[in-house]
């Protein structure tokens, strides 16, 4: 792609054209792009995030595509630094090698493998495993680390490449990478030319349904192009050779869709749960324009509620943080309009330390600032995890600070709210 984004004008899956805008939100630079000091001076430009639903086959989506090289190229999130992640892909490799009765010396790929983080998990069970990432620097340090990972973003090109020199795999994964390709199609061909006879493709996206119910609107992002649901992958799957054969949910990121897929005529039995679950999405009305626009109101209102609150801060004179530099958070931070209202940013991974917010350029501290700087409030941008953050800082709290917690209602969080247990 020559052009730093461009806007597509049929659905990614179904290719129609009967597309319609449900949900705008505030343009944002690429939202994880925290830049260090000697780049300040670079302009961070700002591209639209606006979701998209395919009346066709009720696929949601951005049809404005950000280069992903430059979404990718300087990529410098890990699996290890998320809260819980670690843990999660511990249990999840457990699962499924249980559920599909692989073992050792199967073979398992794992696009978008990042530090490798799952595949070290299925290499600890006996399996052999290959990772495929494009984020060059954390492919060669998975390398290093004993998961052979090629630095590259996944296609047919390379699958067929992939198959030629190393045969056929057993497993192959995507784990919050599907939503991330504006070639989903040509991914899809890839895991096709992969997979063994009786091979699996197991892989996790956000579930738009729960993204709805639990106000994760700030999962919507330029990396996150895709936002699924049952239906519409069913029916893709099936157009590249694939049969969508069991799906279930877990609470991961505010809502999960783990998927399971095998070639077409594979010898494992259809789940009762694909129907379940389609069904349920038919009944919330997740294919209904006016699902969304009710979806639009309840976010403008959290909006509406964290500004007046942030306004008799600063009318008080009171001094007022953001915890947690992610994609999230500059999300919230640009479709809430609080960037200049925040004065410094707090994140716990080093990381992001030392670096500067996108397009805002707000300074990112370790939690020492709480202490050295004592803003009065911080605002916990990354609110999913806002009890284990409230229960590691509670001095902050003894010392008069407040915790503001925008998502999913408004929670203000002082020294007289009873606390969770510390982390």
């Known amino acids: 792609m020559d052009k730093p984004v461009y806007h597509r004008d049929t659905c990614r899956l179904c290719d129609s054209h009967h597309v319609e805008l449900v949900l705008k939100l505030a343009e944002c630079p690429p939202v994880d792009a925290f830049v260090p000091a000697e780049r300040l001076g670079e302009k961070q430009s700002l591209f639209p995030m606006d979701l998209y639903l395919c009346h066709e086959c009720g696929h949601g989506q951005l049809l404005d595509v950000v280069s992903p090289r430059l979404l990718f190229g300087d990529y410098i999130y890990t699996t290890a630094s998320s809260p819980g992640l670690v843990k999660y892909f511990g249990d999840y490799a457990a699962k499924v090698l249980s559920q599909l009765n692989l073992t050792p010396g199967a073979a398992a790929l794992d696009i978008g493998s990042n530090d490798g983080t799952l595949l070290r998990f299925f290499k600890e069970r006996g399996l052999k495993v290959l990772g495929v990432d494009p984020a060059s620097e954390i492919a060669a340090a998975a390398t290093l680390g004993g998961i052979e990972t090629l630095p590259d973003f996944f296609n047919s090109k390379i699958a067929t490449t992939i198959r030629q020199e190393r045969g056929a795999f057993d497993l192959v994964t995507a784990n919050n990478v599907f939503a991330h390709s504006d070639q989903l199609g040509d991914m899809a061909d890839g895991v096709r030319i992969l997979l063994a006879p009786a091979g699996v493709f197991v892989f996790e996206v956000s579930y738009l349904l729960d993204m709805m119910r639990n106000m994760v609107f700030d999962f919507i992002y330029h990396e996150h192009l895709s936002h699924h649901s ?194």
């Open 230 to 423: 049952v239906k519409p992958l069913q029916r893709f799957l099936a157009a590249h050779g694939l049969n969508l054969f069991h799906v279930e949910t877990t609470p991961s990121k505010g809502g999960t869709l783990r998927c399971f897929a095998q070639l077409d005529g594979g010898p494992l039995p259809i789940d009762p749960s694909v129907a379940r679950l389609i069904e349920s999405e038919v009944d919330a009305g997740l294919y209904r324009r006016e699902t969304y626009d009710a979806w639009a109101a309840r976010i403008n209102k959290a909006k509406q509620d964290l500004n007046a609150e942030l306004a008799r801060s600063q009318a008080a004179g009171r001094k007022i943080a953001g915890y947690g530099a992610s994609a999230t958070g500059t999300v919230i931070t640009y479709h809430f309009e609080i960037g200049a209202t925040l004065d410094f940013l707090i994140d716990d991974n080093p990381l992001r330390q030392n670096r500067y917010s996108p397009g805002h350029h707000t300074a990112v501290l370790s939690s020492r600032a709480l202490s050295e700087r004592k803003p009065d409030d911080v605002v916990i941008l990354v609110w999913r995890f806002a009890d284990m953050i409230v229960a590691r800082n509670r001095e902050f709290l003894d010392q008069g600070g407040r915790f503001i917690v925008p998502l999913p209602d408004l929670r203000i969080i002082d020294r007289n709210t009873p606390l969770p247990a510390a982390a």
